[in-house]
């Protein structure tokens, strides 16, 4: 009697709410997802999953005011030629790092019940995330899971050219100085092109 081998399931719900808590690109993906607004109006009829969204803009709200006092700090000691300032980065950097974990979570959970609502568990346990994330891109017009992680691999590397080269000539101070100066500037352009507002306008 002969029995048709089990198919292995490649992903599942578990595995994708880890990667959206863990894996920086696949939790960008996914945050530019619930933003679209017909993802957004339709998931937030929902009591449990509007507080999500609630909570999230009130997260996102806090993150762009931190990202601005970062080139602000960045901005005033290049003017008055105080690189010591830079090391006020870390008050807004510890903010930052704080709020990634609530930020992803709530991502997480927003993404969850969407999938919910949307794939049957064979489905997912069928497909690998990026097949999913793939499928998704093409039904709502956004970036694929690629095109995010190739826009902010591109930046990545280009931004830390242009410190490299550039940043010595703006930042007249000493060796150290100017390699904190380089990484300040470096950390948050990185941060700033990377947010769902930029990301959104890949294609």
């Known amino acids: 009697m ?22 920086r690109q696949v939790y960008r993906w996914f945050l530019i997802f619930i933003s679209l607004p017909e993802i957004r109006q339709t998931l937030s009829k929902q009591n449990n999953t509007k507080e999500k969204y609630q909570n999230l803009k009130e997260i996102q709200t806090i993150e762009i005011i931190t990202y601005l006092a970062l080139t602000l700090i960045i901005i005033v ?54 097949q999913t994330c793939e ?40 060796t150290w100085q100017t390699y904190a100066a380089t990484f300040a500037v470096l950390l948050t352009t990185i941060a700033v092109v990377n947010t769902s507002i930029i990301l959104r306008k890949l294609k």
């Open 2 to 23: 002969s029995t048709e081998p089990k198919q292995t399931a490649v992903s599942s719900m578990t595995s994708i709410i880890s990667s959206i808590e863990n894996d």
């Open 77 to 130: 000691s290049w003017l008055i030629k105080q690189p010591w300032l830079l090391s006020l980065e870390a008050i807004p950097l510890l903010i930052l790092l704080n709020l990634f974990p609530s930020n992803r979570r709530c991502v997480a959970a927003i993404s969850e019940q969407f999938l919910l609502n949307n794939f049957q568990p064979d489905e997912l346990n069928q497909q690998t995330l990026y």
């Open 135 to 174: 499928y998704l891109s093409k039904k709502y017009n956004t970036p694929s899971l690629v095109d995010i992680i190739t826009f902010q691999d591109l930046t990545g590397r280009k931004v830390l050219l242009g410190a490299v080269f550039f940043l010595p000539f703006i930042y007249p101070f000493k």
